[in-house]
């Protein structure tokens, strides 16, 4: 599996602002501006935060006039969900043979135990 670029779009994600920014650009595009109001930060710091998720692939910037709306690119995302997807795979594997071991070990320690009772059954009887 091709996981492009998975660890610049952790990166990009690991942060609560560009969090943020990727929920909000879910409901729709929007400009910097608007992308800036509910966080207490300069212009300057949320365009490095918008070029850390550009970078990553995960939102696109375009030009409407004066306007520079953004968008979530959630093809970007793809890569990542792929990577959680095969690690979801392989521990449930994992946590599936754990399980049958698990039973395996514990139908092994009730004939065990049925077994010491038989035999101190066997010698009281005697």
């Known amino acids: 599996m091709n996981y492009e670029n998975v660890s610049a ?3 990009a994600l ?3 602002t560009r ?3 990727l929920a909000r650009l879910t409901k729709g595009d929007a400009s910097v501006t608007e992308l800036a109001g509910p966080f207490h930060m300069s212009m300057p710091a ?3 935060h918008l070029k850390v998720l550009e970078n990553a692939g ?4 375009g030009r409407d006039a004066q306007r520079r ?3 979530i690119e959630t093809k970007g995302l793809t890569a990542v969900v792929d990577l959680i997807e095969d690690f979801k795979k ?3 594997s994992r946590l599936d043979r754990l399980d049958e071991y698990l039973k395996e070990l514990t139908a092994k320690e ?3 135990k049925k077994n010491v009772r038989i035999q101190k059954g066997k010698q009281r009887n005697k």
């Open 14 to 16: 690991g942060d609560p």
């Open 58 to 61: 995960l939102i696109s910037r």
């Open 69 to 71: 709306p953004c968008r």
């Open 90 to 92: 392989v521990w449930e």
């Open 9 to 11: 779009k952790f990166a």
């Open 46 to 48: 949320i365009t490095k």
């Open 110 to 112: 009730i004939k065990e």
């Open 19 to 21: 969090l943020a920014i």
